[in-house]
């Protein structure tokens, strides 16, 4: 009985110093804070990240947390423009870029293009598909076929008349609103994704107690009113809401209200500072207005961290 448990306290030592090494291995991983409402981004998916030379361009900032897929069991992390999945193979434990192209192309939904093949300027793939001019150039800047992978199609014009061509892990969206140079955009296939196959909230709020020391709460402002339509020689509840990017309430913010009456007065209020739950109220008193009359609010807050402003407005009635 003896030998058994001295047996049993090797063993729950050894686990003991197992799992502490583990967790400290854990924390020594290199991390980055990145984006503004941001994320950590560490290990295997920052090495990844940043193999790019422009990592913002093609992934975007991280839209979630590092979370296990409940599908395939694999660690993941979404970003705006990419999913990254982490693979344990012979080869060792590496990040890809997931075939969110292929989980959302719809054959035959786009007209193609037409773009002439022009061997000067495109590259046509084994599969059949060619890239051309700015796409290949962007494809070929940014080591395409790692991290956007072989093209699904040709060049195509989607249903709002933009040219398009989507890839294995990606799709590229020509934008000509936008300055030479910059048009070529990798498309927010990874933030379309989770909205539409994952769509868990939990996943996309990071631990608020574990960000970075001082980081900015850049406040966001929203502004309602407690009636759609009032009558002329009444009253208006307004309601103005402070929270900041991780939408956690700001308290002790300074607000002030600009009401904008029919006849185009504006009449400034300063109302008391947002309280614990990011709330401050105050009621309008409203003049003898005809109906259909639209009477306008706007909010300006202010806080350490910055200010902002929200919109909001109502209708007079009989």
Same mark, same amino acid.
Request: aromatic fraction near 14%; proline fraction near 6%; charged fraction near 15%.
């Given at each position: 009985?003896?030998?058994?448990?001295?047996?049993?306290?090797?063993?729950?030592?050894?686990?003991?110093?197992?799992?502490?090494?583990?967790?400290?291995?854990?924390?020594?991983?290199?991390?980055?804070?990145?984006?503004?409402?941001?994320?950590?981004?560490?290990?295997?998916?920052?090495?990844?990240?940043?193999?790019?030379?422009?990592?913002?361009?093609?992934?975007?900032?991280?839209?979630?947390?590092?979370?296990?897929?409940?599908?395939?069991?694999?660690?993941?992390?979404?970003?705006?423009? /990419?999913?990254?999945?982490?693979?344990? #193979?012979?080869? &060792?434990?590496?990040?890809?870029?997931?075939? $969110?192209? %292929?989980?959302? @192309?719809?054959?035959?939904?786009?007209?193609?293009?037409?773009?002439?093949?022009?061997?000067?300027?495109?590259?046509?793939?084994?599969?059949?598909?060619?890239?051309?001019?700015?796409?290949?150039?962007?494809?070929?800047?940014?080591?395409?076929?790692?991290?956007?992978?072989?093209?699904?199609?040709?060049?195509?014009?989607?249903?709002?008349?933009?040219?398009?061509?989507?890839?294995?892990?990606?799709?590229?969206?020509?934008?000509?609103?936008?300055? /030479?140079?910059?048009?070529?955009?990798? #498309?927010?296939? &990874?933030?379309?994704?989770?909205?539409?196959? $994952?769509? %868990?909230?939990? @996943?996309?709020?990071?631990?608020?107690?574990?960000?970075?020391?001082?980081?900015?709460?850049?406040?966001?402002?929203?502004?309602?009113?407690?009636?759609?339509?009032?009558?002329?020689?009444?009253?208006?509840?307004?309601?103005?809401?402070?929270?900041?990017?991780?939408?956690?309430?700001?308290?002790?913010?300074?607000?002030?209200?600009?009401?904008?009456?029919?006849?185009?007065?504006?009449?400034?209020?300063?109302?008391?500072?947002?309280?614990?739950?990011?709330?401050?109220?105050?009621?309008?008193?409203?003049?003898?207005?005809?109906?259909?009359?639209?009477?306008?609010?706007?909010?300006?807050?202010?806080?350490?961290?910055?200010?902002?402003?929200?919109?909001?407005?109502?209708?007079?009635?009989?």
């Amino acid at each position: 009985m003896a030998f058994f448990r001295r047996f049993f306290s090797i063993i729950i030592i050894f686990l003991f110093i197992a799992g502490m090494a583990f967790s400290a291995q854990a924390q020594n991983q290199p991390q980055q804070f990145i984006g503004n409402p941001g994320h950590w981004v560490s290990g295997p998916f920052l090495q990844y990240y940043l193999s790019s030379e422009n990592p913002e361009l093609l992934f975007g900032n991280p839209i979630s947390i590092e979370f296990s897929d409940a599908t395939t069991n694999q660690r993941v992390q979404y970003f705006e423009k /990419a999913r990254f999945d982490l693979i344990d #193979g012979n080869a &060792g434990t590496g990040v890809v870029s997931a075939p $969110v192209g %292929e989980f959302l @192309y719809e054959p035959d939904k786009n007209r193609e293009a037409g773009i002439t093949y022009d061997p000067a300027v495109c590259k046509r793939f084994g599969n059949s598909f060619s890239v051309c001019y700015a796409f290949w150039q962007f494809y070929r800047a940014n080591n395409g076929l790692l991290h956007l992978g072989l093209p699904l199609a040709n060049a195509e014009i989607n249903a709002a008349g933009f040219l398009m061509q989507y890839f294995q892990n990606g799709v590229l969206e020509w934008h000509p609103e936008k300055e /030479a140079g910059q048009r070529v955009v990798r #498309g927010d296939l &990874g933030r379309r994704y989770f909205d539409q196959f $994952v769509d %868990e909230p939990a @996943y996309l709020h990071p631990d608020l107690n574990a960000l970075p020391a001082g980081i900015l709460r850049s406040p966001q402002v929203s502004v309602f009113v407690a009636k759609a339509i009032v009558t002329a020689n009444s009253s208006q509840t307004v309601h103005v809401v402070v929270k900041d990017q991780y939408q956690q309430p700001i308290s002790g913010a300074v607000v002030g209200v600009t009401a904008t009456m029919p006849d185009g007065r504006d009449f400034f209020f300063r109302l008391p500072e947002s309280n614990s739950s990011g709330l401050s109220t105050f009621e309008l008193l409203i003049g003898d207005f005809s109906p259909r009359d639209v009477v306008l609010i706007s909010a300006l807050v202010t806080t350490p961290d910055g200010s902002a402003t929200g919109e909001s407005w109502f209708r007079i009635w009989w």
